[in-house]
């Protein structure tokens, strides 16, 4: 059974970064395109981006000044950082491969 | 930018009613589309892949098709459980996603 876990802080303060670990048991992350994706409160999914276990990686452009995704494959983890954070980041953080999906943290951003 | 319209926005109906769910894309995906399913503070569920093949254990209510830039998703008797929002997602380089439809009751 695949099973996917984010975690990391849920505030961060404005201007800081957005630091997140996808913790994935049940495959291993170098068979797939390892994406994470938001949802701020109450609106739609974002694509954030995505990175495959040979560390090539694809962002959205609206993100992609502020965003690296990195994977560990020692860990069978990938994590995000998304810096210079403004209130218009605040949402539900989720992790996803091949369609199985973490519960999502939320993270807002506040001082 | 491949950008992923859904339609309608809010369908209302009832349960055992057949809702039809539109994806219309701005450039031809093939059949590189994805159905999901969310309900209030869950993670989104996959139901199709491929624009027609059912996720492991969805049930055989939920169907896909359509290919090039017109998809559909379609349930053909709702069930209380099917009142969710649902988005469709390309699987192209930039996984981009529709703004959902809302399934809601009549």
């Known amino acids: 059974q695949v099973q996917l876990q984010e975690s990391g802080p849920g505030l961060v303060k404005p201007s800081e970064t957005l630091s997140l670990t996808c913790t994935v048991s049940?495959?291993?992350?170098?068979?797939?395109?390892l994406n994470w994706i938001r949802q701020p409160p109450g609106k739609g999914l974002e694509w954030i981006g995505y990175?495959?276990?040979?560390?090539?990686?694809n962002y959205n452009p609206s993100l992609k000044s502020r965003v690296t995704i990195s994977v560990d494959t020692s860990k069978n983890q990938f994590s995000l950082k998304l810096n210079s954070v403004t209130a218009a980041d605040t949402a539900v953080y989720y992790c996803?491969?091949?369609?199985?999906w973490g519960q999502g943290t939320l993270v807002t951003v506040a001082s | 930018e491949i950008v992923l319209t859904q339609s309608p926005a809010t369908l209302s109906l009832s349960p055992g009613e057949r809702a039809t769910l539109s994806c219309r894309a701005s450039?031809?995906?093939?059949?590189?589309l994805a159905w999901y399913q969310q309900k209030p503070g869950q993670a989104p569920r996959l139901l199709i892949f491929?624009?027609?093949n059912r996720a492991t254990g969805i049930p055989a209510r939920f169907s896909g098709s359509g290919s090039g830039t017109d998809f559909t998703l379609t349930i053909s008797s709702l069930e209380p459980e099917d009142f969710a929002v649902y988005y469709c997602?390309?699987?192209?380089?930039?996984?981009?996603f529709g703004g959902g439809t809302k399934v809601e009751i009549k």
């Open positions: 996803e491969i091949a369609g199985y």
């Open positions: 049940g495959r291993s992350v170098t068979t797939y395109y």
């Open positions: 990175i495959y276990y040979s560390g090539s990686t």
């Open positions: 450039q031809s995906l093939s059949s590189s």
């Open positions: 491929g624009a027609s």
């Open positions: 997602q390309q699987r192209s380089n930039w996984p981009y």
